[in-house]
């Protein structure tokens, strides 16, 4: 066999170990056949068998640079344009969505839909801020302000010119929490609920203050809040809009024999007679008149012509149920559910009285949260059908749904409605508790646009809504069930 | 042997690229070979090889943010997104093809030691040092896989020139790997 050069021998092996990608390093075998000179160098072939293409390195190279730069420019915008923005889980986004343009002028910049109809995840645009909102997924815990109960976040929304923002929200469907008022930290600012129940606070900047100065002000505007002169009750202070001793609801019964109805909640109920307003000249004719059972105020007025009779229904929270229900008995009531532990767990009975008011007289068990947030006396309403009260109250009023006790037939037994302060409870017709359209009268912080809400709402009017000379401003609709409110703010306090 | 630079170093050039993915780069040059090096000795071909080189570099620059600096050098954080790229392309080319074995299977402990991979990267970056004829015929001849003609024919060389630059390549690639280092290979000459 001729003699090869070195050269020639390794190549002879790198032709070989090219040739077989998978070959073991071929030591002992190699070793035979060539050069033993050559056998350091094996595994140097060996290992440059992967050696890389020096073009992918390069190109590798300027690929990574090119997305280098693109990650620097994002991470200089994620540094430098850091927002906040507020995420809405909303029980009916679609809906919201709607509302937001109407209310607050909102464009949508696009929306994803779930192929369930629920709205996955949109964005709106208010003014220049944006907004993202999707419907509630409560099985991920993602749940809204309905579902919750309320939500305590409130969104501060500044705008342009607040008064008019805040008349298209209210037109829109939003409630007045609280009234547009100048503020001590100088803006012009209302607080209003949305039909989806988030807060926004409307707000428009009038002055530029420093912090010192704010300070300042809000702890002179604490002292005399702290002072409580009476002087002060002219100021529109957010919960002054309730006069003196009421709370949001007060059954004003029109009732005939209203001065001799006093005499029997007296004696009956132990009620104290607070006013009485006698028309002038029928010295046994009342026009106005207040008695306080417990903690809870009772207005009434006889009724006339143009005011038909319009006893109402009433929960009364006793101690003593068996006692009560028997001097009302004696003070003249027709009993009509003697007094028993009822399957809600209170015991208690029902009257009716003198005026055709009628009275469940209860003692709630401790512990039982039926009654929970009902007061002495608390307005019960049994419309043919619950449901859609329930729907009229949350649209007119901003009521809040917070019992409710139903059967698999569709029929509620009972129901609690939150507004304001106060708690109205209702059941669906049954038995002795038939229909029964009432009169009461609400307080509310802004009784113009609660008054053209409960119109929007499917009320009719029935006084429109004018500043009345015992302190209120205030208006009267009907409801579509029959039911007549007084939709009042409380002005000032009248000496009469 | 000492190719990676000390620690504090190497943290520097990672912090560096934390901030600016611009400075990525130094990383990049000093960790390409090693890199390499692990992922050519677990696929079958260079196209694999350079596709998933290709995607560790990429994930690494745009998960820069969750290496976290507890003493774990850089290359293990490398080779652990170099372990999963692997073995997510055999599952796939498993899943398209049916057929396994068209990749080895992940197994990161597979044949290669970290030593080996080291020397291997090194052995990558002294080609570059080598002058340039040779290092010409040693990047054409196995980083291209041409022939000895088809490199003479490039070169307008001899086929017995282009063995020669071949010889002298290695040998001095050989010569330069030796230096400091065991001389395992050359002590088994005996």
């Not at chain 1, 907004?131 to 099985?139: N, T, W």
């Not at chain 1, 015992?470 to 609709?477: A, E, K, L, Q, T």
């Not at chain 2, 000390?6 to 780069?25: G, H, I, S």
């Not at chain 2, 692997?86 to 990161?108: F, K, M, T, V, Y």
Request: glycine residues 8%.
């Amino acid at each position: 066999m001729a003699k090869q050069t070195p050269s020639e021998q390794l190549d002879k092996l790198v032709e070989r170990l090219l040739g077989r990608r998978d070959a073991p390093l071929p030591r002992s075998e190699a070793a035979r056949p060539f050069d033993t000179r050559l056998v350091p160098v094996l595994e140097v072939i060996n290992d440059l068998r992967d050696l890389p293409r020096p073009d992918f390195k390069v190109r590798l190279k300027a690929d990574l640079e090119r997305r280098a730069s693109m990650a620097s420019t994002a991470k200089a915008v994620s540094e430098f344009r850091t927002t906040a923005t507020p995420y809405l889980s909303i029980k009916g986004a679609a809906a919201a969505i709607e509302f937001y343009k109407k209310a607050f002028g909102a464009t949508e910049a696009f929306r994803l839909m779930q192929p369930d109809g629920r709205v996955g995840h949109a964005e709106i645009d208010i003014g220049g801020a944006k907004i993202m909102l999707a419907d509630e997924f409560p099985e991920i815990g993602f749940r809204s302000p309905e579902s919750l109960g309320g939500s305590p976040i409130v969104i501060h929304l500044d705008v342009e010119d607040v008064d008019a923002v805040a008349r298209r929200a209210v037109a829109a469907g939003a409630t007045v929490v609280r009234p547009v008022a100048d503020q001590f930290y100088g803006d012009r600012s209302g607080q209003f609920r949305d039909p989806f129940g988030y807060t926004w606070v409307l707000s428009t900047r009038k002055e530029e203050l420093s912090p010192e100065e704010m300070q300042r002000r809000n702890d002179e505007a604490s002292r005399q809040q702290s002072s409580g002169s009476s002087q002060e009750k002219e100021s529109p202070v957010a919960a002054k809009f309730i006069r003196e001793g009421f709370h949001s609801i007060t059954p004003y019964l029109i009732i005939p024999e209203a001065s001799r109805w006093i005499d029997f909640v007296k004696h009956a109920f132990g009620a104290e007679e607070r006013f009485r307003v006698k028309r002038p000249g029928a010295e046994n004719i009342i026009m106005h008149a207040e008695v306080k059972i417990g903690d809870s105020m009772i207005e009434l007025a006889d009724a006339n012509a143009q005011f038909p009779p319009t006893p109402a229904a009433m929960v009364l929270h006793v101690d003593d149920p068996d006692a009560v229900f028997d001097r009302a008995v004696a003070a003249g009531a027709t009993p009509f559910q003697p007094v028993a532990d009822q399957d809600y767990g209170a015991r208690g009975g029902s009257v009716r009285d003198i005026s055709g008011n009628s009275w469940h007289i209860s003692k709630p068990t401790p512990g039982n949260t039926i009654f929970e947030g009902f007061r002495s006396v608390t307005p019960y309403l049994n419309p043919l059908r619950v449901e859609p009260v329930i729907e009229f109250l949350q649209k007119a009023f901003g009521g809040e749904e917070v019992y409710r006790a139903q059967s698999p037939d569709g029929v509620i037994h009972h129901a609690q409605v939150r507004i304001g302060d106060s708690i109205i409870g209702m059941g669906d017709a049954h038995g002795p508790y038939q229909p029964m359209p009432c009169t009461l009268h609400l307080y509310v912080p802004d009784a113009d646009s609660i008054y053209n809400q409960a119109l929007r709402a499917g009320a009719t009017s029935i006084q429109p809504v004018a500043d009345q000379p015992y302190g209120d401003r205030s208006g009267g609709v009907v409801d579509p069930f029959g039911n007549r409110w007084f939709i009042a703010t409380h002005i000032r306090d009248v000496q009469f | 042997m000492k190719v990676r630079k000390n620690e504090a170093n190497e943290r520097l050039l990672v912090e560096a690229a934390r901030r600016d993915p611009a400075r990525f780069a130094d990383l990049y040059e000093e960790h390409f070979e090693r890199v390499y090096a692990f992922v050519a000795c677990r696929v079958q071909d260079r196209p694999a090889a350079e596709d998933v080189t290709s995607d560790v570099f990429h994930q690494a620059l745009a998960n820069l943010k969750n290496y976290e600096w507890r003493g774990v050098p850089f290359a293990a954080w490398l080779y652990r997104i170099a372990a999963n790229a692997i073995a997510d392309r055999w599952q796939r080319l498993a899943r398209e093809s049916g057929n396994p074995s068209q990749d080895d299977p992940p197994d990161e402990h597979k044949g290669v030691n970290p030593e080996q991979i080291e020397r291997r990267a090194q052995l990558f970056r002294l080609v570059r040092t080598l002058p340039s004829e040779q290092r010409r015929v040693i990047e054409l001849r196995f980083a291209e896989g041409k022939s000895i003609r088809e490199i003479a024919s490039e070169l307008k060389r001899t086929a017995g020139a282009i063995k020669q630059l071949q010889f002298r390549g290695i040998q001095t690639l050989r010569a330069q790997l030796g230096k400091g280092t065991r001389k395992k290979l050359g002590g088994s000459n005996g």
